[in-house]
């Protein structure tokens, strides 16, 4: 079987696992699990039978090759075994002698075959001192005080137990790019600790044989490999074979390196590939026995339970720290019933559960901050680009410059960026910052892929043979965001829409009982208006009836009279107010819709009969329509007009037009004068019950139509703007909704 030409253009996909050879330090062969007839051998198998060849042939034919064997059925009696018991890998390695050699037999079923591989123990340094050193790395590993101490001690100890020149601890990032950061070595070699490795190193495949197979060996680099002889078609699963070949691309890199022989142990955390002990050689060939690989593999274990132990007691210490922190912001934002005041405004703040150097709280329109931040202007870029985006609940990066370029103004403060979100549509959000962490990460060589050319003139890309050490200075990149960090986020959020849960129900419980409130007032106000109507009318009629018939009054008495006259007017003007305002309360609200040209004109001729409407210019099309209470709408209209035109009739040239136009979906009633104006401060009051401004002392009124006009409005779900300035006059405009435009040709 060929070998499959691969370079760095399909080592990613490279089939490794199918390699249809293996290494020559030992003899491969597998068997149909039904038949027990052998299906592939490596070319080298025969001779070591002393068969012509082996397809084809059955335990029988294979255990008389066996020595010091008196039953004469080693082979049969292993898979015999192993069968029974449902376990191919329990009795590894067997040791036997066959042709002369001692062998250690290793079986397993790779889910079709199963497999079994001869190491030679022939090998000068292949056997180790396991037992000894075993106890004392275990020790040695428990008293490490953190995980640096711990993963150096490891490399040091297993340098000793195999003797390799070079031993090194391999630990994986979250892009899966290497770090050396442990290592143990003989004095003369290049030190590789903290150097950085690209993930194309060791490609995604390789990867899950490391988390399949946790280790292996390359005897010598640049020995031949052997073929594997097969009648079938498909090739051979070898992913848990220990001689497996390597592929060439992996022998090409490491020959770059000046390596020879080379072994790796998996360092796996929760089942997943954290790292590898990776160990090299280079005076030339080096054999480790199954025994004491087995013996790196439990040290691998060990070491792989201590490193999630530690990183779990780092990790609860972190939660506690935050879980203790939330709880205190909980009990203070319900304490307090307010997010601004809870959050930021007591002893304990938001800043505290996370590792955040800075925050800020979008909220109410206003942005508050604490710590390290970016600008309030800086922040609220942010704030309108997290708008833009598809809302998360939480949403965090490293590098913010990378999705938000303008953010490379301010990385020093905020390259990392951790975001809660209570109200995407109203831009409200809890923001937490991290700063740039300048890192200079030095590289085992320049990363990347490197063309060369092949005996026919093409290129290829082949393994980079340099690996002088390359700086590269990282900038924009926060420390990432751990998983207790974006927790603890999460459950402030909750607490946060806890909150405001409770106070939107609470506002809506208030609403309710004020809506109650007012209807029983109305029902109170138009009650005691209409009771109060008939006797102010029966003393305005005695009033008035005194002073026809009384005869000669005296001067002051007779002024006394007509004041009082005068104040029972002013008091049936009010209550008549009142029983309005209170009616629009109270009025069923059947709508239809309004010809507004000639509504206006109604109101027009209304207002005429007491005010001179001169100055009044309509500038409002036929054909305009809206939807609403036709009573309602034009005492709406017969206010606003009446005001105008109260207010202006002191200007030199009274003036009021009134226009009317869509926009939107709103019909829009404008009626501007040039008359008294008002403080654009206070101009808001106009529209409260029985307000009156300063400046209208000398205008007849009790401060009620305009209340009326702000009633009616909220009934048609309309709203009302009013621009004034003192002495220059004044603009209404009413914003009816759901209008029809009608015909407008």
């Not at 070491?303 to 205190?328: C, H, P």
């Amino acid at each position: 079987m060929e070998r499959s030409e691969v370079d760095l253009n399909n080592c990613d996909r490279e089939p490794i696992q199918f390699a249809g050879h293996i290494q020559d330090h030992g003899y491969l062969i597998a068997l149909d699990p039904t038949t027990l007839l052998v299906t592939h051998a490596s070319a080298n198998a025969a001779e070591l039978f002393g068969k012509e060849q082996l397809l084809g042939l059955g335990p029988a034919d294979l255990d008389q090759a066996f020595q010091g064997d008196p039953q004469g059925g080693l082979l049969r009696d292993l898979i015999g075994f192993a069968r029974r018991n449902g376990n191919y890998t329990n009795n590894n390695p067997t040791h036997a002698r066959i042709a002369g050699m001692d062998v250690d037999l290793v079986l397993h079923h790779n889910g079709r075959r199963i497999i079994v591989e001869f190491e030679r123990r022939d090998q000068p340094d292949g056997t180790l001192n396991v037992q000894g050193l075993l106890g004392d790395t275990m020790l040695s590993m428990q008293r490490s005080v953190d995980i640096p101490a711990l993963l150096q001690r490891v490399a040091e100890q297993v340098k000793e137990l195999i003797g390799f020149d070079r031993v090194m601890v391999y630990r994986f990032w979250e892009d899966w790019h290497g770090e050396v950061v442990a290592e143990a070595k003989v004095d003369h070699l290049e030190p590789y600790l903290g150097l950085h490795y690209p993930a194309t190193d060791i490609p995604v495949q390789a990867r899950r044989l490391y988390e399949i197979n946790p280790t292996r060996l390359i005897r010598a680099i640049r020995s031949e490999v052997v073929p594997l002889l097969s009648r079938e078609k498909d090739p051979l699963d070898l992913t848990h074979a220990q001689l497996r070949a390597v592929s060439p691309i992996h022998l090409e890199y490491l020959g770059n390196m000046g390596v020879n022989a080379s072994f790796s142990i998996s360092i796996l955390n929760k089942g997943r590939l954290w790292g590898l002990i990776a160990c090299h050689h280079y005076e030339g060939p080096r054999f480790i026995d199954f025994a004491s690989r087995a013996a790196c593999n439990l040290i691998a274990q060990f070491l792989s339970a201590t490193i999630e132990l530690k990183a779990e007691e780092e990790m609860r210490q972190r939660e506690v720290r935050f879980r203790t922190a939330n709880a205190q912001l909980k009990e203070q934002l319900f304490t307090q019933m307010d997010v601004i005041e809870g959050l930021i405004g007591r002893r304990t703040s938001l800043l505290e559960i996370t590792d955040a150097h800075g925050a800020a709280l979008c909220f109410g329109g206003v942005i508050h901050l604490v710590g390290q931040t970016p600008t309030r202007e800086q922040v609220q870029q942010i704030r309108e680009w997290l708008m833009r985006r598809d809302p998360d609940a939480v949403f965090q990066t490293s590098n913010l410059s990378a999705v938000l370029p303008s953010a490379a103004d301010y990385a020093d403060v905020a390259s990392g960026l951790l975001c809660a979100t209570l109200s995407n549509e109203m831009g409200e959000f809890v923001l937490w910052f991290k700063p740039e962490l300048v890192q200079i990460v030095d590289w085992a060589g320049k990363p990347g892929k490197l063309e060369s050319r092949t005996d026919d003139g093409g290129v290829r890309l082949s393994p980079r043979k340099s690996f002088e050490k390359w700086s590269q200075e990282v900038h924009a990149t926060s420390a990432p965001w751990k998983p207790a960090e974006v927790s603890a986020v999460v459950a402030l959020r909750d607490s946060i829409t806890s909150l405001l849960n409770n106070k939107a129900n609470e506002i809506r419980r208030l609403n309710e009982k004020l809506r109650i409130a007012y209807s029983e007032l109305d029902t109170f106000s138009f009650s005691i208006s209409h009771d109060l109507k008939t006797p102010l009318n029966t003393v305005r009629g005695y009033l008035e009836l005194y002073l026809e018939e009384a005869g000669e009054v005296a001067p002051e008495h007779r002024g006394l009279l007509e004041q009082a006259m005068v104040n029972t007017d002013r008091m049936l003007s009010m209550i008549k107010d009142i029983l309005e305002y209170s009616k629009v309360g109270r009025m069923e609200m059947e709508m239809e819709s309004i010809e507004l040209h000639a509504l206006l004109k109604e109101a027009l001729a209304q207002i005429r009969s007491a005010r001179n409407t001169d100055g009044v210019r309509m500038e409002v099309p036929a054909g305009l329509n809206l939807h609403g209470k036709r009573t309602l709408v034009q005492q709406v209209l017969c206010n606003v007009l009446d005001n105008a035109v109260k207010y202006s009739r002191k200007a030199a040239r009274p003036e009021v037009v009134v226009r009317a136009y869509p926009e939107g979906t709103d019909l829009v009633v404008e009626c501007k004068d040039n008359g008294i104006g008002m403080d654009p401060m206070h101009a808001h009051k106009a529209f409260d019950l029985f307000q009156r401004l300063d400046n209208v002392s000398g205008f007849e009124g009790t401060g009620v139509g305009l209340a009326i006009v702000k009633r009616a409005m909220e009934r048609h779900e309309g709203r009302i703007q009013i621009d004034s300035d003192l002495n220059k006059g004044t603009c209404v405009r009413l914003y009816f909704p759901a209008h029809d435009h009608g015909n407008q040709g």
